[in-house]
């Protein structure tokens, strides 16, 4: 049997339903609404909790914010040199295989 044509909840064309239940003319319209949804979701709980999303946002930047303060401090400079010391040969290794890679880059540009 055929069902009877439908107007699309999402785009509002015509079109006729493979099963009795289906609201929209395609998947792209279903994804639209979908999205739709879930933003409007968005929107309602920033609206209900709109002080708790600030206060959320507000701790963010507070906490980047110090880690910010915090990399300019001598106290981190002398961590980083102190784990840079520590660890000289690991960075020297490193250093000499991307030398070593950027030289065979070269080579093969060359050739
Ligand atoms: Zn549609």
Not at 59 to 73: L, S
Not at 88 to 96: A, F, M, P, S
Request: hydrophobic letters at 15%; aromatic letters at 10%; a positive charge.
């Amino acid at each position: 049997m055929e069902y009877k044509k439908k107007k699309c909840v999402q785009c509002g064309d015509k079109f006729t339903p493979t099963s009795g239940r289906q609201k929209y003319c395609s998947d792209i319209c279903k994804g639209n609404a979908v999205q739709l949804q879930t933003s409007n979701r968005q929107k309602k709980f920033y609206q209900k909790n709109k002080e708790l999303v600030k206060e959320r946002i507000k701790k963010h930047d507070e906490e980047t914010g110090y880690q910010k303060e915090y990399q300019k401090t001598d106290a981190f400079k002398r961590s980083k040199r102190r784990h840079y010391l520590n660890n000289k040969e690991y960075y020297h290794e490193k250093t000499r295989e991307y030398r070593e890679r950027a030289k065979n880059k070269n080579e093969q540009n060359n050739s």
